[in-house]
């Protein structure tokens, strides 16, 4: 079956424009989170969906950022005028269950969208 | 704030080597979740651990989380070409109800032939 894919694959904005990047997750999983890679840094955590709600939203770096999923199932990340420091590439995940304590549940991720900010 | 630091920050080592990657944690640490991600593709979940001392294998890897779960270690045998890439170690740090997933900022291993 198909993996978790993201669109586009390579978004190039300029500042201050909005973006919105797509996830579509493995068919039935019921968790979706949503991760960015800076260059040379380590994977950020941003948001966590459990179906169609996001018990945690600690991650969003600011109120620039939201995402929401509907129907349990393709989750959209925005980011409202965008700033140079966005750039990143933004990485998708989902796995089956997500549950109280996250994650518990092998997360499969998808390709990701890079994301420059000129 | 909370803090996962991985060392080393890149590892060279020949083909047959042995290779090891740490994760120190500021805090204690509900479970530890590693990754693989190969040059050019995106991290792959490998493993997660949860109890202290608690010691998982897949095949030449071996998985550790310390007593106090504030650290852990991906130890690799006999390193393969196919073992190139970045290992990421993610400590998931609990405040409150909320649960937030720390990264490290991987460990790069090459693999010379």
């Known amino acids: ?118 | 704030g909370q803090q996962v630091m991985q060392i080393p920050q890149y590892q060279h080592v020949q083909e047959g080597e042995d290779f090891t990657t740490y994760c120190n944690s500021s805090t204690t640490l509900s479970n530890i979740q590693w990754y693989k991600q190969r040059p050019g593709g995106h991290p792959v979940f490998l493993i997660q651990l949860v109890k202290s001392g608690e010691v998982k294998k897949q095949k030449r890897l071996t998985f550790q989380f310390g007593e106090a779960k504030k650290n852990s270690s991906l130890h690799i045998t006999a390193t393969q070409t196919t073992d190139v890439g970045t290992y990421f170690c993610a400590g998931l740090v609990y405040g409150g109800s909320q649960g937030n997933l720390i990264f490290g900022k991987g460990t790069k291993l090459s693999v010379k032939p």
């Open chain 1, 1 to 118: 079956g198909a993996g978790v894919s993201q669109s586009p694959s390579n978004k190039v904005t300029e500042k201050g424009k909005d973006v919105e990047l797509r996830c579509d997750p493995i068919s039935g999983h019921t968790a979706l989170y949503w991760y960015r890679q800076s260059l040379g840094q380590g994977l950020e955590f941003l948001i966590y969906f459990q179906g169609n709600s996001a018990p945690d939203k600690s991650g969003l770096p600011s109120d620039r950022f939201s995402a929401e999923r509907t129907g349990g199932s393709v989750s959209t990340l925005t980011i409202q005028r965008t700033q140079q420091e966005d750039s990143a590439v933004y990485l998708c995940a989902s796995s089956l269950r997500g549950g109280d304590r996250l994650p518990t549940d092998t997360q499969y991720f998808g390709p990701g969208t890079r994301l420059t900010v000129l």
